[in-house]
């Protein structure tokens, strides 16, 4: 199963084209620290090449538990991160 990697201004989120109630995280933000892979309980995220977190929409349910554990408070649970 192939996924692509879409990108819409500063979020980057692997899957589908729904994101509501889905995490976005602030690329320009994240310092890649791995706490949110951590706490997620689906894997839903990753950091790939240690740059920045990566959603991947397909397997998040949108739980919040990467968005309370953020130390830059850049991850946000459903709209877009302004």
């Given at each position: 199963m192939s996924q692509k990697c879409r990108a819409r201004?500063?979020?980057i989120y692997l899957g589908g084209d729904d994101m509501k109630q889905k995490a976005n995280v602030n690329t320009e933000l994240c310092v890649a620290c791995g706490s949110c892979v951590k706490v997620c309980p689906r894997s839903a995220i990753s950091?790939?090449?240690?740059?920045?977190?990566?959603?991947?929409s397909a397997l998040c349910v949108?739980?919040?538990?990467?968005?309370k554990e953020c130390p830059a408070s850049i991850i946000e649970i459903g709209g877009d991160i302004k």
């Open positions: 201004s500063d979020i950091v790939p090449d240690g740059v920045f977190a990566v959603v991947d949108g739980c919040g538990k990467c968005a």
